[in-house]
């Protein structure tokens, strides 16, 4: 069955909730228009990483963020991996993933696992515990933030999935420097290649005052190849999948059959 992903890699303003808030609206419009079945949003796109004001400008348990995103799904009758947002608990701010389905139900919150020393992230956020597994249109899914896919053991370890029901596609959200798109891209791929499964994988592009964002939003198959890339500028990236491909190619090369993980020393 074909599955319709829309990945909006937009600018984000520098701690502006309120300008990043009317553009998202404006691009998920814009989007939905051509009827995919999950628009993907970026990281942190209400802030950016103006991470030192998060006290100011996060969202307290998310209210606002979980209130316009199922607003915006109902009204669109469209699932969206919604991309991260900075959420305050009484413990501190998550940088918290939240997927929604089509009827606006709140299907998942993941928060990042693994924070960014190099935008000090570990400064001003506390990370998460949980997986990022879930059920989107009817796919056993699981979704990671930014640099958590530089962890392939994490990754494997929501590829295993749930009772016995291997993940077909992984959602990653980013705000990923320009810096090291090349990272980005091989990492990706890798991750595709040694899951035989989907990587979706939306990056915001623009600029803050200490870093450039590299953009090239891409969606790649499960044998690796790039099914839609995007460029450096703001763009809506669109992508057919079949996800029938990825039982194909495990069928093929049966990867999750013969893994050992008794003898690996982790
Ligand atoms: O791992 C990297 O190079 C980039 C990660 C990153 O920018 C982030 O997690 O926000």
């Not at 959602?171 to 990587?199: G, M, T």
Request: glycine share 8%; with cysteine; proline share 5%.
């Amino acid at each position: 069955m074909g599955l319709k992903v829309a990945l909006i890699q937009a600018d984000i303003a520098y701690g502006d909730p309120e300008a990043n808030y009317r553009k998202i609206e404006r691009e998920f419009e814009k989007a939905a228009a051509d009827h995919p079945d999950i628009i993907v949003l970026p990281e942190l796109w209400p802030t950016g990483y103006d991470l030192a004001r998060l006290d100011e400008i996060g969202d307290p348990e998310a209210e606002q963020a979980v209130s316009f995103l199922s607003g915006l799904t109902r009204k669109h009758q469209v699932n969206a991996v919604a991309g991260s947002v900075p959420k305050q608990t009484k413990d501190g701010t998550k940088n918290t993933m939240l997927v929604f389905d089509s009827s606006g139900r709140l299907v998942k919150e993941y928060s990042k696992a693994h924070l960014f020393r190099l935008m000090n992230e570990e400064k001003y956020l506390i990370q998460g515990n949980d997986n990022g597994l879930f059920h989107l249109a009817g796919h056993p899914s699981a979704g990671v933030i930014c640099y958590d896919i530089r962890f392939p053991d994490w990754i494997r370890t929501h590829m295993v999935g749930e009772e016995g029901k291997q993940t077909k596609i992984l959602y990653v959200v980013a705000e990923w420097p320009k810096a090291r798109v090349d990272h980005w891209k091989a990492l990706l791929i890798s991750r595709a290649i040694e899951n035989q499964c989907f990587v979706v994988a939306c990056n915001r592009t623009g600029a803050d005052p200490n870093n450039e964002f590299g953009g090239h939003s891409i969606v790649i198959g499960p044998w690796g190849e790039i099914i839609a890339e995007a460029g450096g500028e703001e763009t809506i990236l669109h992508a057919d999948i079949e996800i029938e491909d990825v039982d194909k190619v495990r069928e093929s090369i049966p990867v999750f059959t013969d893994r050992r993980p008794g003898i690996y020393k982790l």
